[in-house]
């Protein structure tokens, strides 16, 4: 056995202390008092900037992922009292780039819970939205307002990391170099301009599209795998002949959320395709060259992008238009719903309202199988006292199929004048808008030309959820359907 001599254990002994003393004299204050001085340094941070702070605020949940959107935070400064001390106020004015002019005062706090916390705890409409249940969304959509400060203004003076307490999300906070309404405004412009659809491109003879939902801030890339089809076609003679062509299918697609940036997007996580990685792209926009593009700067990549070309904005819709199906008309009013994604139907029947949907991918208006509403109202309509069955606009093909679903229905597409070089010219073709109604292609059981008003069976165990046609409930023809739907002329 090994013999351990009192010399030994004596140095040991004092090696211990040694240490103890040192780890003791690290740590001289409790995890009370730094949790405290590390609060006092955000609160600093948070009230000295000059023009306040701009926060990338990244939420959404499993019912649909969100990426981001820009806010801007003006926390009130600090005021010196006359003994020399300090104090913060609690107050901070919101800004976001979906509102260019909603400016909402709030409350906000910074407390001790499982770690330091920035709380927002007055309810206001910016930092609220998308973390309230309501109706539609009742675990709300993946918003917070309470925050974890997840980083070290000691180690990064110009960045507060924090993370959702709720969706696990992280978000950004960095210092305005300019005032927080001018800095709001200009990415409120972005947000109305940026409009991709798609886009297309290489990487080395790798070849890659992707969509981009303007919506949800979510980007998509599909890394693309070539092949070859056999197709029929006609040689020199006229003689119809069996020819090899190179096709494309989609071998592997990778989504990922975004935040626009005042040159283009920011990807939340890093995108790899083809083994190159992408964390954000510039966005150039010339719509009258027709010469749109994603540019990655790091990679030396430039992507081409699309915009339909007879794409329109939200505003365009909005005021009076009459909707002509199967040898009749209605005159129709659309106010909106000030959402930037709903317009209100006004006079399209007595009884109720609707509302028709914008598609900012496509600058289209969509209308889609939906409760029917009292007028001025969100409230559905009950057909009696019983409140079991309430009315709903359903889906329908002529003399067939019908469906409840909200997501089918129809499309309103601009009838467009072509230039001689094929182009659309949307001067001459906005000169009477005309459109035409088509299916908007969300379902392949039921193709959608007319809609019927039906009673809709809140009974779970009911058999069917089919209560019959609403004939006591009717369109401004007097009557429950709107059979074969063909224009839709602005006024």
């Not at 991918?361 to 199988?369: H, M, S």
């Not at 601009?414 to 109604?437: C, H, Q, Y």
Request: hydrophobic share 30%.
């Amino acid at each position: 056995m090994k013999k351990i001599s009192i010399l030994s254990i004596i140095a040991l002994s004092l090696a211990s202390s040694s240490c103890l003393k040192s780890y003791q004299e690290q740590f001289d204050k409790s995890s009370a008092e730094r949790a405290t001085e590390f609060l006092d340094s955000i609160q600093e941070m948070l009230g000295n900037s000059e023009y306040g702070w701009r926060m990338e605020y990244f939420f959404g949940n499993e019912d649909g992922d969100h990426g981001g959107i820009n806010i801007t935070l003006e926390f009130a400064k600090p005021v010196k009292n006359d003994d020399g001390t300090v104090t913060y106020p609690d107050d901070v004015i919101i800004r976001s780039e979906e509102d260019k002019d909603l400016a909402e005062k709030s409350r906000y706090v910074l407390r001790r819970d499982s770690g330091p916390v920035l709380c927002f705890d007055t309810f206001n409409p910016i930092m609220h939205k998308y973390g309230t249940a309501s109706s539609e969304y009742y675990e709300g959509q993946g918003g917070d307002y309470e925050f974890f400060i997840v980083s070290n203004p000691a180690e990064v003076k110009d960045r507060i990391v924090l993370k959702g307490k709720r969706s696990g999300k992280l978000s950004y906070l960095y210092p305005l170099t300019e005032s927080a309404e001018e800095y709001n405004k200009k990415m409120y412009k972005i947000n109305k301009s940026f409009y991709i659809s798609s886009f297309t491109g290489f990487i080395g003879d790798k070849y890659v599209t992707g969509e981009v939902d303007v919506t949800n801030h979510q980007f998509t890339a599909n890394e693309m795998e070539p092949y070859y089809r056999k197709e029929k076609q006609k040689d020199d003679n006229g003689q119809e002949i069996e020819v090899e062509v190179l096709d494309y299918d989609i071998a592997n697609t990778i989504t990922k959320p975004y935040i626009l940036t005042p040159d283009g997007i920011r990807l939340y996580e890093t995108l790899e395709v083809f083994g190159k990685k992408f964390d954000d792209f510039d966005f150039n926009f010339d719509m009258e060259k027709s010469d749109t593009t994603l540019v990655s700067k790091a990679n030396n990549l430039s992507f081409k992008a699309f915009i339909p070309e007879d794409w329109l904005p939200y505003e365009f819709y909005e005021g009076k238009w009459t909707l002509s199906y199967s040898g009749t008309s209605i005159t129709m009013t659309l106010e909106p719903e000030g959402d930037n994604q709903n317009y209100r139907v006004k006079g399209i029947s007595p009884q109720f309202e609707l509302l028709m949907y914008y598609d900012i991918k496509r600058g289209r208006l969509n209308l889609l199988a939906q409760a029917c509403r009292k007028p001025g109202t969100n409230e559905i309509i009950w057909s009696d006292e019983t409140e079991r069955y309430y009315v709903r606009m359903c889906a329908w093909e002529n003399g067939s199929y019908l469906t409840f679903s909200t997501e089918v229905g129809m499309q309103a597409v601009l009838k467009t004048t072509k230039t001689a070089e094929g182009k659309v010219d949307m001067e001459a073709s906005l000169k009477r808008p005309t459109f035409n109604w088509t299916d908007n292609n969300a379902s392949k059981s039921v193709h959608t030309d007319s809609f019927i008003l039906y009673l809709y069976d809140t009974d779970d165990s009911a058999e069917s959820v089919y209560g019959g046609e609403a004939k006591k409930f009717q369109f401004t023809n007097g009557n429950s359907r709107l059979a074969t739907l063909k224009t839709f002329v602005k006024s």
